[in-house]
């Protein structure tokens, strides 16, 4: 502002001179024509005084990117200026908070949420508001505890300016601390922002790197077997997706009881409760097939969990009988019958889709005919194994809120179990035509119990039985 009335100092100062000049002089048409003189230069330093504000006002942010590591999740704006932001946490419950000042609300800001991977560990939502009337707010919701890290790049290789925000496992953090430190280190970081895991060959250079020490001190440096032990820590445990499918749905109530209580509403409401438990979990997050009142067909309900690399597919039902009487909870797994179509329905497709073809994480069209069948039996003796463990820890926990139908897991060839290489299960919760198990399914207290029930199954095999998710793992590497 300064600057700019010290630009018009002169004009500024030859008005008020003529102007003073004139009005002594006493003449009305002389007055009018001062004033007329004065308006305009007036005005132009009012329009330079704010020009700097309307200027600031063009940020436009051109390409928004997020990419996930090991250690952290990265989000990238882009934009063709300098990005000015300021940076926050908020706790309870805790929130990473930027607000990009000067910005304008756009659609690449808006498309930023639906870039999230659900199997991100760090953030679990996106958002994002006109904070102030020129600050843009993103709003990123936390699933654990982090350290959020920022910086800017400049322009280079077709992109340009770009604002970095990296969010950390805490303990991983001091990494990117350590490299910040080291002028050299810190710009070969920086600028691996599309490497997929520069994190790692970032401690690999830290490691090649001899520690800087005064000649006048004769320390030894660190022996070699420490610097593999510490270049070869173990990476955080994988995180677990676990995908939830509330039966029926749209023009398909399911089973109806006495009271009007249908099956589809039961289902939908503790899918939902079991995926927000599940989603407290530290390393396990869950996915809903559906998330509202709709159809779904049984086979699409499959290929949900496998474009998510669902580890676990569990589905959610309540049972009915033209018995009123009839009473218990159930868990069924696929029965050898069901697995034994499974294997010659896969074997029989031949113009699958990519997703299909892939067994275990290994690509079917490149095997023969007999690798084919033996990889698909091997994979579903395996899956139908960890689906057994599972669905008889389900069932014990089960047995703690309400009685069981039948004690053992049961067998039946359900659709939505036929998945040759994610383990599943599927939960009759109770009998909605039983007026007693209705009245207690219509609860939402006790929709929270069975929700709690089924995850302490699947948290318990777990926690007991790594094999599942090892195998998963090493499916997804191949």
Known sequence: ???ALARYRIPLMMAVFVHSSFTRAGSRKVRLWTRMLILPILLLCFLSLNSKSVLATETIITSARMGLSDY?????LESDQPIQYELSMLKHPGRVVVDLENATLNQVIKTLPAKLDPADPFIGNIRFGQFKPHVIRLVFDLKIDVVPRTFILEPDNHHGYRLVLDIYYPDKAAIAESAESNENVTVAFKFEEN???????LVASLL???????????????PKSFQVAQYHKPAPPRVIIVAIDAGHGGKDPGAVGDGGTREK????AISRKLKAI????PYMRAILTRDGDYDLPLKRRQAIARKHNAD?????HADGSPRPHAHGSSVYTLSEHGATSTTASWLAQKENSVDSNLIGGVDMTEKTGNMREIILDLSMSATINDSVKVAEMVLNELGQINRLHKKTVEQAGFVVLKSPDIPSILVETAFITNPSEEKKLKNKSYQKKMAHAIFGGIKKYFETNPALAARTEVARVQ
């Open 1 to 3: 502002m300064f600057e």
């Open 278 to 281: 599940i989603d407290k979990e």
């Open 312 to 316: 676990l597919f569990v589905s959610i």
């Open 265 to 268: 509403d039961i289902t939908l």
């Open 195 to 201: 490497a997929e895991d520069s994190l790692g060959d």
């Open 72 to 76: 952290y999740s990265r989000i990238t």
């Open 208 to 222: 090649k790197k001899k520690p800087a020490r005064p000649d006048n001190q004769g320390v030894s440096p660190l």
